[in-house]
């Protein structure tokens, strides 16, 4: 089996997190994706989405617990800067590719597995897989505290929201779903690292009754010429840290279509 090792970082707000980093072991059409580190199912599913092309959303749940969060690290970008981050962990699963498209057969089975194989591991967080419109989203059901107790918890994106129509920028209209959502769920919701030039350049026309924020988010990016993903973390500072980047479409799902929907994966 040859070895071929790709490693990405993303640097994100101070108060953000720690490079996003995964790794493959490849073979002719059976791989394994990897990762280390803080949130190891964000960095696999990350990586997972930049090698194949494909839509992949990552949110985390607010975490609370001292069970949940590791040692003092050191902030990227920030040199004397020092946060709390959630504890390391390890996450890997197995997947084939199509011998004509060279592309993963089952996305979704694949995201299944490592939401899986992280429960059973011990990290920090419990989650589901969503597949709707078009992309892939790592869900947040719930939290186990230090006696192993395990603690539902309402996704932040879950909330819903009203918006009323009108023209707006990009950057508006996603800082009107995160001030939304921060006045209905009662936490602060905010944008960390985005695209800059693109967010206040693009223009459109989105408004929202009683509907979840990740669904608006969704239609948002179904209207722009460009798809975007995102990163919603729980910031060492209290806040709900929203990331967002241009993603490299290869594989783009038919929109409108809702095709499945998987439970949250607990510990056995």
């Not at 490693?7 to 073979?27: D, E, H, N």
């Not at 918890?153 to 209209?173: F, G, Q």
Request: proline share 6%; with cysteine.
């Amino acid at each position: 089996m040859c070895g071929i090792r790709m490693q990405t970082a993303i640097c994100l707000l101070t108060m953000v997190v720690s490079p996003l980093q995964g790794s493959y072991r490849q073979s002719s059409t059976r791989k394994l994706i990897q990762a280390d580190g803080p949130r190891p199912l964000a960095k696999a599913a990350r990586e997972f989405g930049k090698q194949y092309g494909m839509l992949i959303t990552y949110e985390d749940p607010v975490y609370s617990s001292e069970n949940d969060y590791g040692n003092q690290e050191p902030v990227p970008g920030n040199e004397k800067g020092t946060a709390f981050f959630p504890r390391s962990g390890h996450v890997e699963a197995e997947y084939d590719l199509s011998a004509q498209t060279l592309l993963p057969l089952d996305p979704a089975a694949v995201l299944e597995r490592l939401a899986r194989d992280h429960a059973q591991r011990g990290n920090p967080g419990l989650f589901r897989v969503e597949e709707t419109n078009g992309l892939f989203h790592i869900i947040p059901t719930g939290v186990v505290d230090k006696q192993g107790n395990v603690r539902s918890v309402l996704p932040i994106l879950d909330t819903k929201i009203d918006m009323p129509l009108t023209d707006r920028s990009l950057y508006d209209t996603v800082k009107g779903v995160c001030q939304m959502v921060s006045r209905s769920a009662g936490i602060s919701v905010v944008i960390g690292q985005m695209p800059t030039n693109y967010f206040l350049q693009q223009h459109l026309s989105i408004g929202a009754t009683n509907e979840r924020a990740r669904d608006v988010l969704v239609r948002i990016t179904r209207t722009l010429d460009k798809r975007l993903v995102w990163i919603g973390l729980t910031g060492a500072g209290g806040d709900y840290v929203m990331n967002f980047e241009v993603a490299n479409v290869v594989v783009d799902y038919p929109p409108g279509k809702e095709i499945r929907k998987k439970g949250d994966f607990r510990r056995p």
